[in-house]
């Protein structure tokens, strides 16, 4: 009987927690981000003059290691477009992060998060 209702708690447990959990938005880079947001990162690439063809690409997550070790290293500048769906208004910015090492201009990280609320953003990060 104990286990019984062992059993009956844990999947009760595991239904209230693993039941709850939902996806936030969809995540791409690479290609896949060229061939959605062509126009979007152009616009960013744009607005800051920014010269990408010289950077080598480093991967969020194929990469993990390293471009954790160029956040936590090494000072970089993010250039972030956010679109708000509801209302199609679009914001451009840059922030610095300054943090021991200093930017080396030599890599570039591009990346989109799509939530499935109500914004759109697209990450370019040099370091």
Known sequence: MKKLITIILFIFISSLSFGQIKKAGNFYELNELWERDSVSV???????????STLETVQFFKQ????????DEYSHTTYVYTLYKKTGVVTM???????????????????????????????????
Do not use: A, W
Not at 64 to 71: A, G, Q, S, T, V
Not at 106 to 121: A, G, Q, S
């Open 42 to 52: 152009k616009q960013l690439i744009t607005k800051f003059n920014l010269n990408l």
């Open 64 to 71: 993990f290691d390293f471009n954790k070790k160029l956040h």
């Open 93 to 127: 910015e840059s922030l610095y992060d300054e943090r021991s090492k200093p930017v080396m201009n030599k890599y570039v990280m591009i990346i989109c998060m799509d939530e499935n609320t109500d914004r759109k953003i697209i990450n370019i990060k040099v370091f």
